[in-house]
């Protein structure tokens, strides 16, 4: 096992955190956001539940992007699959599309036609990558920790900010380049353990009338029912956290689509004032995205 850390300005060497809860993988190809939202315009293919790789949703169309007329350049000149994934990462870290092109399988070149048609479609693809370390490389698989700018909205989804990334390669002509359309992923939310601290520390700001940290988005549901925390005499008392399946959901299947059962939760407040918080993990805390009735 090899274990490589890199990041924008510094080279570091430091073991990953502990995982988070396991999900489904989904094919990196539209975005390696969770509800992608890696939904991410953006969609994802996800597998099956025998992780075989859906195929994955047609590109934009490429008329005005991609130079049919041209074969596709050649690759990097990788000479290992953790050639490939490193120096695709490392691209792609340094914002240098035109490098990270050319570190893709022949296929997924011959896909987009040229940098031009890559460059064209990146922002549908892949969130910006902040960092990576390689885990593991098996034979002709590479498996990384990749750090992406997390984050959530109404198009996208949810962009996991940890993701644990299994590359699968292919060689042709003597060059190695990662294949994006059989690689999956497995983000690594905090843990479900955190997120009634956070709620109880949501409501107590509301309790000193204050405005506590919340998603940067519109709060689904009724977010009003927040103001009766304030100025109320008494403990903050919250509950475990649940799934999403608990509730009626349809505000928030409607913001984010089907995906937002897998990583919301919620936790009720049940005293000093009875209501129910709905929370998401942006990046590595909970914060709440909507309220909702106790």
């Not at 350049?73 to 699959?81: L, Q």
Request: with cysteine; net charge negative.
């Amino acid at each position: 096992m090899s274990s490589h850390q890199r990041d924008q300005g510094a080279d570091q060497h430091e073991a990953p955190g502990p995982p988070g809860r396991r999900s489904r993988p989904v094919v990196v190809v539209l975005a390696v956001v969770c509800g992608l939202a890696l939904g991410i315009g953006a969609t994802i293919a996800l597998t099956t539940d025998d992780e075989t790789p859906v195929a994955p949703p047609e590109l934009t169309d490429p008329v005005t992007t991609v130079p049919t007329d041209e074969e596709a350049p050649p690759g990097a000149s990788a000479t290992s699959p953790e050639a490939a994934v490193e120096g695709f990462l490392g691209a792609e870290v340094a914002e240098n599309l035109e490098a990270s092109f050319g570190y893709l399988s022949a296929d997924a070149r011959s896909e987009f036609g040229s940098p031009a048609g890559w460059i064209a479609n990146h922002a549908d693809l892949l969130p910006p990558v902040v960092g990576y370390e390689v885990e593991e490389v098996d034979d002709d698989e590479v498996v990384t920790l990749v750090r992406f700018e997390p984050g959530l909205d109404q198009i996208q989804g949810l962009v996991a900010e940890r993701v644990r990334v299994t590359w699968a390669t292919s060689e042709d002509g003597g060059s190695w380049g990662v294949d994006l359309f059989s690689s999956t992923q497995e983000p690594l939310h905090p843990s479900d353990e955190s997120a009634p601290a956070a709620v109880r520390a949501w409501a107590e700001g509301h309790q000193d009338c204050g405005t506590p940290r919340t998603w940067e988005g519109n709060l689904q549901g009724s977010p009003a029912l927040a103001e009766r925390l304030c100025g109320v005499a008494g403990e903050v008392e919250v509950g475990p956290p649940l799934p999403l399946g608990s509730i009626d959901a349809g505000p928030f299947l409607a913001a984010f689509g089907p995906e937002v059962d897998g990583w919301a939760r919620v936790v009720a407040v049940t005293a000093p004032v009875e209501l129910r918080a709905v929370v998401a993990p942006i990046g590595q805390e909970w914060l709440v995205i909507g309220v909702l009735p106790g």
